[in-house]
Antibody
Framework: QVQLVQSGAEVKKPGASVKVSCKAS????????ISWVRQAPGQGLEWMGW????????NYAQKLQGRVTMTTDTSTSTAYMELRSLRSDDTAVYYC????????????WGQGTMVTVSS | SYELTQPLSVSVALGQTARITCGGN??????VHWYQQKPGQAPVLVIY???NRPSGIPERFSGSNSGNTATLTISRAQAGDEADYYC?????????FGGGTKLTVL
């Protein structure tokens, strides 16, 4: 079945970078773009950006422009999200998600990766 | 930027009908999706394109969208429906989520 499996929890110091992976299985990786969504503790969902797994085109949320980079490795069917210059308010669970049904809704989600930014 | 407004919380008696609203400027012209999220879990899609249920979602879940308000309706509410619910649209941002509504089943 279609599945997204993310890398494990990370603890980082302020100013550092983090790179979270999202390994896809059960479908042709280049068929769907991958979005990244984060959720700070006790808060709502925040869309971070999207990458086309077909050609690598990206679209980032304006507030993260310059600090986030999304990439893919088609040889391993894995997407990556790197966030730089980490701050305490970047502490959140980070999810990858795809839309497979042609409706633009996110019907498959990764399990989430907790990133804690603390000195 | 486009904004979606949801009530912070909604309560419903067991077996009754819960309605969760999502307000936005002319939201009726957009496709609205709804997600259910239980503590410690990833969100799950429960309604897509205003009123369509993915496979595996009970018929008790339904949606509508008109004017400036989209609504998620949960009929015959069960204890297992207690969760946070988020609406979402694609816009120029391009993806926008509502702030989320905590549904409590009494």
């Amino acid at each position: 079945q279609v599945q997204l499996v993310q890398s494990g929890a990370e603890v980082k110091k302020p100013g550092a970078s983090v790179k979270v992976s999202c390994k896809a299985s059960g479908y042709t990786f280049t068929s769907y773009g991958i979005s990244w969504v984060r959720q700070a503790p006790g808060q709502g969902l925040e869309w971070m950006g999207w990458i086309s797994a077909y050609n690598g085109n990206t679209n980032y949320a304006q507030k993260l422009q310059g600090r986030v980079t999304m990439t893919t490795d088609t040889s391993t069917s894995t997407a990556y999200m790197e966030l730089r210059s980490l701050r305490s308010d970047d502490t959140a669970v980070y999810y990858c998600a795809i839309s497979t049904g042609g409706s633009d809704a996110f019907d498959i989600w990764g399990q989430g990766t907790m990133v804690t930014v603390s000195s | 930027s486009y904004e979606l407004t949801q009530p912070l919380s909604v309560s419903v008696a067991l077996g009754q009908t819960a309605r969760i609203t999502c307000g936005g400027n002319n939201i009726g012209s957009k496709n609205v999706h709804w997600y259910q999220q239980k503590p410690g879990q990833a969100p799950v899609l429960v309604i897509y394109r205003d009123s369509n249920r993915p496979s595996g979602i009970p018929e008790r879940f339904s949606g509508s969208n008109s004017g400036n308000t989209a609504t998620l309706t949960i009929s015959r509410a069960q204890a297992g429906d207690e969760a946070d619910y988020y609406c979402q649209v694609w816009d120029s941002s391009p993806v926008v989520f509502g702030g989320g509504t905590k549904l409590t089943v009494l």
